[in-house]
């Protein structure tokens, strides 16, 4: 009896074993290419990598799945530096055509200049001294924009190098060359005492200095106020005109380079109110504006106090 039922399962037991391994290899080869598919997925976004970085999903936590959440947030640190490489660029781009076009118009008036004077084609003196004169302001605009741009280019590369200073007490040094060189101009000024902040005042005085010339420029011939006041965190330095003002659609573009709105007649490079916002900056500052159309502007500096500056310099 015994004989005979193992006779008969020798017959099955063959087939029976060849079932169970094909069943095993389908199983394993499953889950195997289950198990690596994040490694594939990563290996096809590697292979993708200097074109377009894309995610791999991560089904697991395992060691694979670590692998994939690791590639994932290189893609996305590579895909974040890309993007500030192309705005970068573009800036850049933009940058020089505006160089190029503030440029190009005095160097157009010069060469016009000197064609008429090689003709020789002048009615009188009057007519020389004229174009003599206009020759040099188109030449002083050149320099004063070459220089502009040079110095917004060496902040890009070196530090800074702050002081404590009264900012009240030096205002009121540095605002009296203006007063002295536009005697028809009211320019006040209005401080409280011990106003101390950390700056570097020679970037301080760049950035004052190209406010203050804007308010001379474009708020004829309207007084201009300068104040200096502090409270618990900054130091604050208003400077405010009854001039030309800017219009809704100019304020949101006012500190950006070479901008100038509408008063395209008034002589200038449209990079004070840049190179001012630069200078606020470095020095760990904020610098705002309000304006109106008709009314004037008010340009405000924030600078931090003497107490916040310790603060920001601790560990």
Known sequence: ????????????????L?????????????????????????VAALEAFGLTPRPVEAAS???????????NRAAAQVTAAFGRRDLAEAEMRRFIEDAAHQLRTPLTVIQGFIGILLKNDLKDQAD????????????RSM???IEKLTLLDQWAV????????????????????????????????????TCYALVDS??????FGNIVDNSIKYGKPAPISVAVRKDDRNVYIDVTDGGLGFSDEEKPHAFERFYRGQQRQVVGSGLGLAIAKRAVERAGGSITLES????????????????????????
């Open 61 to 71: 936590m395992d060691e694979l799945g670590r692998l994939a959440v690791a590639y």
């Open 1 to 16: 009896m015994l004989a005979s039922i193992i006779r008969r399962f020798s017959f099955v037991l063959p087939g029976l």
């Open 158 to 193: 070196t530090r800074t190098n702050p002081q404590l200073i009264d900012i009240g007490d030096w205002i009121a040094g540095v605002i009296q060359p203006f007063a002295a060189a536009f005697p028809d101009r009211d320019i006040s000024l209005s401080h409280e005492a």
């Open 292 to 315: 109106e159309r008709g009314v004037g502007t008010k340009v405000t500096i924030a600078l931090p106090t003497k107490s916040s500056c310790f603060e920001i310099m601790q560990p």
């Open 143 to 145: 320099a004063s924009l």
């Open 18 to 42: 060849v079932i169970i391994f094909m069943f095993a290899y389908v199983a394993s080869k499953r889950l195997n290419r289950q198990a690596l598919r994040p490694l594939e997925q990563v």
């Open 202 to 207: 020679a970037e301080l005085k760049e950035a």
């Open 128 to 139: 020389r001294e004229r174009i003599m004169c206009s020759m040099d302001r188109s030449i």
